[in-house]
């Protein structure tokens, strides 16, 4: 015990430590996503021009005639945020109404044809999925990206510019309240690390601006059909009466196919054109149909099947086979039934399949050739379910995370990934996280990934400094070459304000007491996905009574006083303050009810139930509901 007062001691002296060097305004920090290794830009000037004067303006924001769902938002995001700004107005009108001159004063969004008219067109090979070029030519403004997803980008850095907008999150948004607004002469080029960035929470697949401002997309987006889709196209129970040989389990309900069965191929080819048929006959735009093996390890062992093991050494090149033939067989029938369209197929290396096609050879220190390789429109996506998240995937304590990526990078260039960013057990506790995030999308970066997802608590909002977690993976995908403690002190006075100080201490102290069980217990505490972190030896009463006093209640102290000098500003505070505590109340109650008399249980529980009611913090783990386990906290005590 005494050991544990010493360390305790230790920490919150280090902690004076933290919180003197976060008060240093010179420390520096990336504010530009433009600068870093992705942006090519020069220098903004000024045109002399007024885009808003005494609140007024005679721009118009000019849209195409047949505008995308992204360039008619953008185009809103634009007016609704000049508005804020300023207090006034801006007309919005489409290119067919709009005549472009030397002298007209327009601000173009996206493909309008006057942008066409300066010669100012850009293909994704340029630009990609989710860069922009912003243009000043004359009095007028053009922001376009070669995809619409650019355009809308383009807009948020216009405003960042223009008006010193900043998104820090759905309920904290910074922007300069003035009625008067030049407009800037640009001349910007910005291309973000990963170009598809994807974050699965429930609050920003309830929220699609919340989603659109950070500059992610959803992640089904532009997906014909997405996940574990073998079961969708070649149900089991459909087809396993008549064909138990098609399945490895002709039993299961989410069994695997027989990828070697040539019966099986035609029918999964089939039922995939009837998918495809029937999305772009209904007006689909999908680019995307993912072939991904269902969520399960079951793999068929066949003779042919065995034999295809043999051969490419892999379940997962036994996979490609199949992924292969099919989408020959797709391409080649999209070509005369829709020869304006073409898709992209990503694929899982996932569970059985993660280990690539592919040998080290130890002697040469050379990967050798690999058995097989996925077409050119077939995309690998990693999903790392096994990484030990203490470590990025480049550490080399995170081995054999390190191997599969490396040995995937050898095999393809279409590499995307799936990863994962909570404790699927323990949605009230913090996920520490933070250290590895730009690590891991510098090694995504290094293999020119185009994708990167994230899945958190898709069912709930969460604990854990959720916001800031948002804040940090939506900056860091975009630039990985930024600092994200620096990102993170930022995010943390911004949206803690007058508590920061204390909130900041949080944070540290979180990350300071995860190193301390990862380094120094014996076995060492490993992040895992799945890991059983509400354990009594990694959160003893007095941590976490010492941050319950130490920062929580004297976070608290300090707004007393804005209770009635500004009760809006207080509220919201405190509710962020209250939020974050109420990980500490779950492990009062969870870990060390003894240390508590039944009334002061009870108002616990009454307090929790109210407050994850209003933050909808809906899900305590994967699958199980907060009220239920209030319910059973009620019953023991």
């Known amino acids: 015990m005494k050991r544990f007062y010493r360390l305790i001691c ?3 002296a280090a902690m004076l430590c933290f919180t003197a060097v976060a008060c240093d305004g010179n420390k520096p920090g990336p504010d530009n996503p433009d600068d870093g290794n992705n942006g090519n830009n020069a220098a ?11 609140g007024s303006s005679d721009y118009t924001l ?25 207090g006034g107005t801006i007309k919005v009108d489409n290119d067919a109404n709009v005549s472009y001159s030397d002298g007209a004063k327009i601000i173009s969004l996206g493909a309008t044809r ?3 008219e300066t010669g100012k067109t850009y293909t994704e090979d340029e630009l990609g999925l989710s860069g922009y070029r912003i243009n000043t030519v004359g009095k007028s403004v053009f922001i376009s990206g070669a995809n619409e997803h650019g355009t809308l980008y383009g807009v948020y850095e216009f405003l960042k510019h223009t008006a010193n907008y900043e998104f820090f999150s759905d309920d904290e948004i910074v922007i300069d309240k003035t009625p008067d607004l030049d407009v800037l002469k640009f001349d910007i080029t910005t291309i973000p690390s990963i170009q598809r960035r994807a974050l699965g929470y429930k609050p920003l697949w309830n929220s699609a601006s919340y989603t659109k401002r950070l500059r992610l997309v959803d992640f089904s987006e532009g997906y014909i059909i997405d996940g574990h889709t073998f079961g969708t196209i070649l149900p089991n129970d459909e087809y396993s009466t008549e064909h138990p040989d098609w399945f490895a389990d002709h039993t299961a309900s ?17 039922n995939s054109k009837k998918i495809i048929t029937n999305h772009f006959e209904a007006g689909g735009t999908g680019r995307y149909f993912m072939l991904g093996q269902n969520d399960n390890g079951a793999f068929c062992t066949c003779a042919k099947c065995t034999e295809a093991k043999k051969k490419y050494g892999t379940v997962s090149g ?8 099919v989408t020959e067989a797709l391409d080649a029938w999209l070509a005369t039934a829709y020869p304006d369209k073409h898709l992209e197929y990503p694929t899982y290396a996932y569970i059985e399949s993660m280990d690539p096609p592919i040998a080290f050879n130890s002697t040469t220190g050379q990967w050798n050739e690999p058995t097989i390789r996925p077409r050119d429109d077939v995309f690998v996506m990693i999903t790392p379910l096994s990484a030990d998240w203490t470590y990025s995937f480049d550490d080399s304590r995170n081995s054999t995370m390190n191997s599969v990526i490396n040995g995937w990078g050898n095999v393809t260039s279409n590499l995307w990934i799936y990863s994962y960013c909570v404790n699927f057990k323990q949605y009230f506790l913090p996920y520490n996280n933070y250290n590895i995030l730009a690590a891991n999308y510098r090694v995504a970066n290094k293999y020119n990934m185009y994708a990167y997802y994230e899945q958190g608590a898709n069912q709930s909002s969460t604990t854990g400094l959720m916001e800031l977690k948002f804040y940090l993976i939506s900056n860091l995908l975009w630039d990985c070459n930024q600092d994200g403690e ?9 949206y803690y304000g007058p508590v920061s100080d204390y909130m900041l201490e949080y944070y540290n102290m979180i990350r300071m007491w995860y190193g301390h069980i990862q380094e120094e217990l014996e076995p060492p505490f490993r992040t895992n996905i799945y890991a059983d972190i509400c354990q009594e030896k990694y959160w003893p009463f007095d941590l976490v009574n010492n941050w319950k006093k130490n920062i929580f209640d004297k976070a608290y102290d300090s707004i007393a006083y804005l209770e009635t000098l500004d009760n809006e500003a207080y509220t919201k505070y405190y509710n962020r303050i209250k939020k974050e505590e109420l990980s500490l109340t779950y492990l009062f109650v969870t870990l060390h009810s003894a240390q508590f008399t039944g009334s002061e249980l009870t108002a616990m529980i009454n307090d929790f139930e109210y407050y994850t009611t209003q933050f909808q913090l809906n899900y305590y783990i994967e699958g199980a509901y907060t009220k239920d386990m209030i319910e059973n906290w009620r019953k023991k005590f």
Do not use: H
């Open 114 to 116: 006057m942008r066409g």
């Open 10 to 12: 230790i920490i919150f």
């Open 62 to 86: 000019v849209i195409p005639e047949n505008a995308t769902d992204y360039e008619e938002y953008a185009a809103s995001e634009m007016a609704y945020f000049l508005q804020m700004s300023t």
């Open 254 to 270: 989410n069994s695997q196919p027989c990828f070697t069965n040539d019966d099986v191929f035609e029918e999964f080819v089939k």
């Open 486 to 494: 620096a990102l993170a002190e930022k995010f943390i006075r911004q």
């Open 44 to 54: 903004i000037g000024t045109t002399g021009e007024k885009l808003f004067s005494g």
């Open 318 to 325: 036994v996979l490609l086979y199949f992924v292969n033939r």
